[in-house]
């Protein structure tokens, strides 16, 4: 005979589940906070009220509902530099942005800072970024010169208020008050916002005019961090230039001989990595220091004291702005300006500005669901809804729908 084995389950405390829910949330439960944090328990609500969740707070929330979001999903076939099909190893807009978060909640730990906050403006960051970088982008703002222009921060605003259609009873991410004043405000205050931001804060005052949170400013460092040392690597990878050509570069040429003379017998590829990763660590290292001498300076007692301030809390010295601002410079005219990138630029414009065109004059190509909201448009609105079409394009999309509708022999 055999008998069945019953697993004994362990009795749960008194209050059931929710209320051992409610308890993994309470803010005893929570990581402590520095007094100038964002704080979910405090937080200005969403345009559209939602009852709370049982098992995750309100910052939480918004990560998980970027991270779900189809624009998030395409951003791993959307590329900063190279084209998608240029090899597998270079950076994605997908893999910037996970690097963008995990330094970003490093910083935001040590900080006392709120990282699901900072999280959640990180990996939204870049969800507006067309096709092909800054090429589709720039082919995008000229065609729509005469209709508002394009610019990818407004469009990951439109995409998070907007565009993207998952909830039932509302359009957007229907995010919160923080994390959508830190996509909107990560690179400082907003002096003439653009259109869709202006009319969105006639209903949800964003308080454009002040400085954004402090886990918004960590984001916005984190991806200038990010963004640079990257693409020394992609760059280096890509033989656009030599470690040689480093060494001339403050901070760089330093950090790349050390690793040279300490490691000589390791492969370049060892070498190339461990130098990023100390480059990496080293501006983090400088932020965390300008940073809490300007948090001791200032003293806030709140995050709306950081709002209130002058200048940004969360920076780097002024020497290590100094050796950034050198990095930016070398991998404009190096990498960004190298001839196989500006070639590859030139093809890219061109096809973005014909699926522009071909579509504007003829929405009934496009997918049901855009074309329905192109027709009866004037051609300001159809020339809107054509540039979302596009800029939701990943690189491999957008090359194959170029394809289809200007090679006769690809099927349609």
Known sequence: MIRARVKRRRALPPGGPGATLRRMQSPASQPRLAPYASDPARSHGRLIGEPPSASRTAFQRDRDRIVHARAFRRLQYKTQVFVYH????????????????????????????????????????????????????????????????????????????????????????????????????????????????????????LALDTQPGPEAQVAALADDIAYNNHDIDDGLRAGLFTIADLRELPLVGPVFAAV????????????????????????????????????????????????????????????????????????FERMYRHYKVNRMTAKVRRVVTQLFAAYLERPACMPPEWRQQAEGLHEGGRKRVVADYIAGMTDRYALQDYRKLFDIDEPA
């Open 260 to 331: 040279q003379a300490e490691f000589p017998a390791a492969d370049a590829s060892r070498r190339i990595h461990e130098a990023v990763r100390r480059l990496i660590d080293e501006m983090v290292g400088d932020a965390l220091g300008e940073t809490t001498a300007r948090l001791d300076r200032l003293a806030p007692g709140s995050v709306e004291a950081v709002r209130r301030a002058e200048a940004p809390v969360v920076a780097f010295s002024d020497g290590m702005r100094q050796n950034d601002r050198a990095l930016k410079d070398f991998l």
């Open 86 to 205: 240029e090899g597998d190893y270079f950076r994605t807009r997908l893999t910037h942005s996970l690097e963008v978060a995990q330094i970003a909640r490093s910083i935001s730990r040590y900080l006392g800072l709120n990282e699901d906050l900072a999280e959640a403006v990180a990996l939204a960051h870049d969800l507006g970024h067309t096709p092909f970088g800054h090429a589709g982008e720039d082919a995008l703002n000229e065609v729509l010169a005469d209709a508002g222009g394009f610019d990818h921060n407004e469009q990951t605003f439109r995409i998070v208020t907007e565009l993207e259609h998952r909830y039932p009873t509302f359009d957007g991410l229907n995010l919160t008050w923080e994390t959508l004043e830190g996509i909107v405000k990560h690179n400082g205050p907003v002096a003439s916002p653009p259109a869709t931001i202006a009319r969105f804060c006639e209903r949800f005052d």
